[in-house]
């Protein structure tokens, strides 16, 4: 059965940093693209970050420069390091698995909260 | 990027209704199109995928339909559990993967 945990969300001040953790079991970690999608109360999900399975990264424009995504296929993890958050970045951050065959995200974590306050 | 609408943004509907939501994209995305349903505290789960393909284990009434910019979800005889909120998104060619807004359908 596929799993993915999240982990590491909570409270952080305007400009602290935070990173957010996913552990992934029960398939290939290392054949498939990764992705980080937010979604904000009341609001539809936003797709934040993805890593593919060679590495290219992409992100969505209003974290360039302040979130990176990393994976690490030895510890079927993929992470994302938030740095200089803002408080519209406040949502639950889900981990989200690419299936190539469909071009969906098929699976998906149970989601972090992550609140972005003074 | 690709911008997504969806009309209505809600609906009120009865048990054993057909119901049809609208997602329009701003730029021809061939079939590259996904449905998804949320349901409170909950992540998305893929209903439809390329615009018309059922995703495995979701049940023969909802179909989707459409290409290009135009397309449709229909559910055809709602179920108790279908009350949620449905979600269409774009994987058309490199990320950004768009998510619409939303719509919600209520009893």
């Known amino acids: 059965e596929v799993q993915l945990v999240e982990s590491g969300g909570g409270l952080v001040k305007p400009g602290e940093s935070l990173r957010l953790s996913c552990v992934a079991s029960g398939f290939t970690f290392s054949s498939y693209s990764m992705n980080w999608v937010r979604q904000a109360p009341g609001k539809g999900p936003e797709w934040v970050s993805s890593i593919s399975s060679s590495g290219y990264i992409s992100y969505t424009d209003s974290v360039k420069g302040r979130f990176t995504i990393s994976r690490d296929n030895a510890k079927h993890s993929v992470f994302l390091q938030m740095d200089s958050p803002r408080g519209d970045d406040s949502a639950v951050y889900y981990c989200?698995?690419?299936?190539?065959?469909?071009?969906?995200?098929?699976?998906w974590g149970q989601g972090t909260r992550v609140t972005v306050s003074s | 990027d690709i911008q997504m609408t969806q009309s209505p943004s809600s609906l009120s509907a009865s048990v054993g209704d057909r119901i049809t939501i609208t997602c329009r994209t701003s730029?021809?995305?061939?079939?590259?199109l996904n449905w998804y349903q949320q349901k409170p505290g909950r992540a998305p789960k893929v209903l439809i995928y390329a615009a018309s393909s059922l995703q495995s284990g979701v049940p023969s009434r909802f179909s989707g339909s459409g290409s290009g910019t135009d397309f449709t979800l229909t559910i055809s005889g709602l179920q108790p559990e279908d009350f949620a909120t449905y979600y269409c998104q774009q994987t058309y060619g490199t990320p950004p993967f768009t998510f619409g807004p939303g719509t919600k359908v209520e009893i």
């Open positions: 989200a698995r690419l299936d190539s065959n469909t071009w969906t995200f098929d699976s």
């Open positions: 730029e021809t995305i061939s079939s590259n």
